[in-house]
């Protein structure tokens, strides 16, 4: 399964490190299948939702392909990447396989990421 590696800002409430996420499946198929299927009034009421944490401009954008779906599997982890990274506030990420992440987490907090 894919997921997302981002480098948090030193700033962030964690402090720096590197955060983890995956998609979750039922947004995924939402993204790639036939969508949610909102009619127009559901969307805006979730466009309304989402614009406290995104730009109303992107909450548009991420509502109606979760509406609509139809979305590539890049598209759909694109978005995906895009919606967390104003919500959390990252900014560089990579996305990659979970199986290339060391399945031994003990040390997790010595991970090193170099682009």
């Known amino acids: 399964m894919k997921i997302v590696v981002f480098t948090r800002p030193d700033d962030h409430w964690k402090g720096g490190g590197l955060s983890i996420h995956s998609i979750d499946p039922t947004m995924y198929a939402a993204l790639t299948e036939t969508g949610f299927g909102w009619n127009e009034s559901r969307i805006a009421r979730e466009i309304e939702k989402q614009t406290v944490p995104l730009t109303e401009e992107f909450a548009s954008i991420w509502?109606?392909?979760?509406?609509?779906?139809?979305?590539?599997?890049?598209?759909?982890?694109?978005?995906?990447?895009?919606?967390?990274s104003q919500y959390r506030?990252?900014?560089?990420?990579?996305?990659?396989?979970?199986?290339?992440?060391?399945?031994?987490?003990?040390?997790?907090?010595a991970w090193e990421w170099s682009d």
Request: charged share 25%; aromatic share 16%.
């Open 89 to 109: 506030g990252f900014s560089t990420y990579s996305i990659c396989e979970d199986t290339d992440l060391p399945s031994d987490r003990y040390f997790r907090n």
């Open 63 to 84: 509502v109606t392909a979760l509406a609509n779906g139809g979305k590539t599997d890049t598209e759909a982890f694109d978005l995906f990447v895009q919606w967390v």
